[in-house]
């Protein structure tokens, strides 16, 4: 373990946003790669020559900020930020993560018939609460590593049929496009972060409470909404970065 120099305790900035200035610079410096586990808290405690709580603060702050993440029972290790969806088209989760260079995978986690009443959906749908719609409950990844669970709803009135149709491994999307001739034109998404379900929390590879977004979108083509989507994002895989201009 190397140590560490350049902590000033006669400077009035507290050690543990000191040693944070110094983790992140690290990791900047891709002296800790993405999904490198960093030494112990004990290590760094001495590398830094200050006490693990001090450590143990650091880090928690770089974990909230999104640089770290723990895994349970594994350790700390540098966030892989590279799954971060920026400026998008109205698109497929395949497609997002094709255009960020990576392939998407999909399970099928349960796809059944419900009706509108049973579910809540927002207005915008105008649909009557016996009106039939397609559940479809699906795991997405990454290559293999999960990163969010996604159900999507659709009336069975404008897609006839679509509740026999096997989706385990086709994409929904290119069904709706090539069966029914649907072309999206526009989605508002709605995000908020909170912990992770129980029931969601194994599929997702991640304990109960880990941080995730949580994102409703409603999809529309020329006719109207067409979907409305549920879905829970590893908060650890999964990023959005915005671009703000003045007006």
């Known amino acids: 373990m190397v140590i560490v120099k350049g902590l000033d305790p006669t400077s009035g900035v507290p050690l543990y946003l000191q040693v944070e200035r ?4 690290r990791v900047d410096a891709g002296e800790w790669v993405p999904g490198q586990r960093l030494p112990t808290e004990d290590e760094l405690g001495k590398a830094y020559g200050v006490s693990r709580v001090t450590v143990r603060q650091a880090v ?4 909230d900020r999104g640089v770290l993440v723990r895994e349970q029972g594994r350790g ?14 109205v698109t497929s989760f395949t497609a997002e993560l094709a255009q960020l260079g990576h392939s998407a995978g999909s399970r099928v986690l349960g796809q059944s018939v419900v009706t509108a009443g049973e579910e809540d959906l927002p207005p915008e749908m105008q649909l009557p609460p016996d009106a039939r719609m397609l559940r479809l409950r ?13 159900t999507a709803l ?3 009135d404008r897609f006839p049929g679509i509740d026999d149709i096997d989706f385990t491994d086709r994409s929904l999307y290119q069904t709706l496009n090539e069966k029914y001739g649907l072309v ?5 998404e709605t995000f908020t972060v909170g912990g992770v379900l129980d029931e969601d929390a194994a599929t997702l590879g991640v304990a109960a409470g880990a941080h995730a977004f ?5 999809t529309f083509d020329a006719h109207g909404p067409f979907e409305h989507v549920r879905s829970v994002m590893r908060g650890d895989r ?7 201009r003045t007006p």
């Open 138 to 150: 699906r795991l997405r990844t990454d290559g293999t590593r999960p990163v969010g669970v996604q």
């Open 184 to 188: 999206p034109r526009e989605a508002v």
């Open 238 to 244: 999964y990023r959005v970065r915005l671009a703000l």
């Open 76 to 89: 700390t290790f540098v966030r892989d930020t590279s799954l971060t969806a920026g400026a998008r088209w």
């Open 22 to 25: 110094s983790l992140q610079q």
């Open 60 to 63: 928690a702050r770089l974990v």
């Open 154 to 156: 659709l009336p069975l």
């Open 214 to 218: 949580y994102v409703e979108r409603l």
